[in-house]
C-alpha cells in the first residue's frame, strides 16, 4: 500500500483568494460604457437639485429579486378600498424585513388589499436573500461584520449577526463538510484504484506531500 508522509508546510506568501474560480467559470469581462445615458421617462427619476440628492444619500435600498419585481411591476391594486361599505384610501406601507422588504396595500380600516415581498421564500419563512446573502458572505471570503457595515452605507436591508450565524450554522457549513467529504471520498477511490491497478506512482502535491 501507498505511504501517505506530510511535511510542514510553508504557508507564507499564500495570495488571499476567496476561490471563486473554481466555483464560477472564467468569464470575459464586457466593456460597459456606463456613461451612456438611459432614456428619461415619466417615472424614471433624475437627480437634479441639492434636495434630490439628499433622499439619493438617505433613502433606503433593499436586495430584490427580478422576477418578484416583474410580478410587482404587473400588480393592479385598486386605490379606494374595495370591502364592503368602506371606500377608504389604499396607502402603500413599506416595511424591511432582514434584506428583504414588503409592500402593503392596506387602507385606513386596516383592510389589506395585497401584499408583495421583494424575495421568494423559502421554508419557515426564510428570505431568499438572506440565505443568499450568508452564502455570498462566506463563499467570497469576506467576514459579517464588513459586509453589514458596507450595507449601512447603502442604507441597504441586511440580515442580523443572528440570522447570519444561524444560516451558516444549519445550511452553509453543513453544505460545505459535504463537499469535502464527497471530494475526499472520489480522491481516495481514485488512488485506491490506481494502486490496485498495480501502478507505481508518485504524485507531488504543492512539493509536500510524496506518495510512494
Ligand atoms: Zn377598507
Same mark, same amino acid.
Given at each position: 500500500m501507498g505511504h501517505c508522509k506530510s511535511l510542514p508546510k510553508d504557508v507564507t506568501g499564500i495570495e488571499d483568494c476567496p476561490g471563486v474560480e473554481s466555483v464560477f467559470p472564467t468569464v470575459e469581462e464586457e466593456e460597459v460604457d #456606463?456613461? #451612456?445615458e438611459e432614456e428619461v421617462g415619466p417615472s424614471i427619476c433624475r437627480v437634479l437639485t441639492e434636495e434630490d440628492f439628499g433622499? *439619493?444619500?438617505e433613502n433606503k435600498t433593499a436586495l430584490v429579486y427580478l422576477m418578484q419585481l416583474k410580478t410587482l411591476a404587473n400588480k393592479k391594486v385598486d386605490s379606494i378600498c374595495k370591502v364592503k361599505e368602506c371606500g377608504e384610501g389604499i396607502e $402603500?406601507? $413599506?416595511k424591511h424585513v432582514g434584506s428583504a422588504v414588503y409592500l402593503k396595500w392596506i387602507c385606513r380600516n386596516?383592510? !389589506?388589499a395585497d401584499k408583495w415581498c421583494s424575495q421568494p421564500i423559502l421554508n419557515r419563512g426564510l428570505h431568499g436573500g438572506d440565505l443568499m446573502f450568508a452564502s455570498s458572505i462566506l463563499f467570497s471570503g &469576506? &467576514?459579517?461584520n464588513k459586509m453589514e457595515l458596507f450595507a449601512k452605507f *447603502?442604507?441597504?436591508g441586511f440580515p442580523s449577526q443572528s440570522s447570519f450565524t444561524r444560516l451558516q450554522r444549519q445550511y452553509l457549513v453543513p453544505s460545505?463538510? #459535504?463537499l469535502w467529504s464527497q471530494k475526499q471520498e #472520489? *480522491? !481516495?477511490a481514485e488512488l485506491f484504484f490506481l494502486v490496485t491497478a498495480g501502478w507505481i506512482f508518485q504524485v507531488t502535491v504543492h512539493n509536500s506531500v510524496h506518495i510512494l
Open positions: #456606463e456613461e #451612456e433622499h *439619493l444619500m $402603500i406601507s $413599506i386596516t383592510h !389589506i &469576506n &467576514n459579517f *447603502l442604507q441597504m460545505v463538510d #459535504e #472520489e *480522491l !481516495i
